[in-house]
């Protein structure tokens, strides 16, 4: 039997097509008819179809495909449809390939924009709602890891805590204290051209005061190390993840509620307050020499002012609120990190949520301590 170019035609036969499939139906001789075999397909969705491969000389995985694909097209045949002529060999090759044909293209749907935006925005509502209660859950776990530890001293992990209160306190004091004499120069410096106006230089030193020890302090030191080291603990469990490493050490007998958050929740919450004070103070010290230098107030004065005028309860208004940031800033980060499903993308998307999560609720819990603190007059 002598080889041929694959090809077809095509006949009706009492209104149902028929296609004619003939010569070699291998791969090398198939591009030439492929895309007309397309056309075929897409003219005919809808009608009955009969296949004859009686013609057919040889035939590989390529030609079965091809036919297959033309047969079904989108599942679109019904039973008057069939496969006729095919050799043993063949007909065997094609049930074969049959279970293995791709989805049809479909027409992507187009909904209406407001309904569109209406689902998105419900979408987002469940979201949140589901993250809330998950992120619920994980504190509690937290909080009951926190007290079984306390009730069991010897499994609480001074190294690691000792080394993340270096790596998220310590480390971080350059930026912070940098960042807070900037801000606080800045606040002195505004407040000292406004208050010109009205011959109250003075009273410059009670607006660094107040806004620096009350609010700036302590919330930009919140936003800077959510930036710094939220996000650097969900990135760091995020890749223990991706390795396997707490599947590892679940296996080992060891708990990662105890071994990675634990030590991070508490080595901030006892950090965070620190760099709170710092900041404050080194805002005060901006504050101070942008005074001294554009004012004439004297450093003497300013301390002396700022002594007489500014109630100590300004300075505890933003200091008490430095642990509670700075355990929602740590658990979000863990939370994320340890959602990280196993792909460099994940560990991405969950570390830019640890971030933009970590900095909405700093900002609500803050603006909740403004106005408890103005309900009780602190």
Known sequence: MTDSVAKFDIDVDGGVLKLIAKGD??????????????????????RDLVID???VERLDTTGAMMLQRT???????????????????????MTQIQNHLAP????????????????????????????????????????????????????????????????AGLDAVPIIGLMSFLIGAVVAFMGAKILQLFNADIFT???????????????????????????????QIGSMKIREEIDALRVLGLEP??????????????????????SAMLGMLGGL???????????????ARTQETILLNHFWAGLIKAPFFAFVIAVIGCFQGMRVEGSAESLGRRTTLS????????????????????????
């Not at 047969?71 to 090759?93: M, N, P, Q, W």
């Not at 020499?289 to 107030?297: C, K, Y």
């Open 104 to 167: 049809c293209h479909v027409t992507p749907f187009h909904p209406n924009p407001f309904l569109a935006v209406l689902d998105r925005l419900g979408g987002g509502v469940a979201n949140t709602y589901r993250v809330s209660i998950d992120l619920l859950e994980f504190i509690g776990f937290t909080l009951s890891t926190a007290f079984r530890v306390i009730i069991r001293p010897k499994r609480f992990r001074w190294t690691s805590t000792f080394h993340h209160m270096e790596e």
């Open 71 to 93: 047969f079904y097209a989108c599942d679109s045949r019904t039973g008057a449809s069939k496969i006729v002529g095919a050799r043993e060999v063949h007909a065997a090759l």
């Open 205 to 235: 030193v009670e607006l660094v005061g107040i806004s620096v020890l009350r609010e700036f302090g302590v919330l930009l030191t919140a936003i800077l190390i959510a930036g710094r080291s939220g996000s650097a603990f969900t990135a």
């Open 355 to 378: 971030v933009v999560q970590a900095l909405f609720l700093v900002i609500v819990i803050d603006a909740f301590f403004a106005m408890f603190f103005l309900e009780i007059d602190f």
């Open 289 to 303: 020499l942008v005074a001294w230098g554009a004012m004439d107030i004297s450093p003497a004065l300013f301390i």
């Open 25 to 46: 139906w291998r791969a090398r001789f198939l591009r030439s008819i492929d895309s007309k075999l397309r056309d075929f397909a897409d003219d005919s969705v809808g």
């Open 53 to 55: 491969m009686s013609a």
């Open 257 to 278: 509620m105890e071994v990675l958050v634990l030590p991070r929740v508490i080595a901030l919450v006892l950090m965070l307050p620190v760099l709170a004070f710092i």
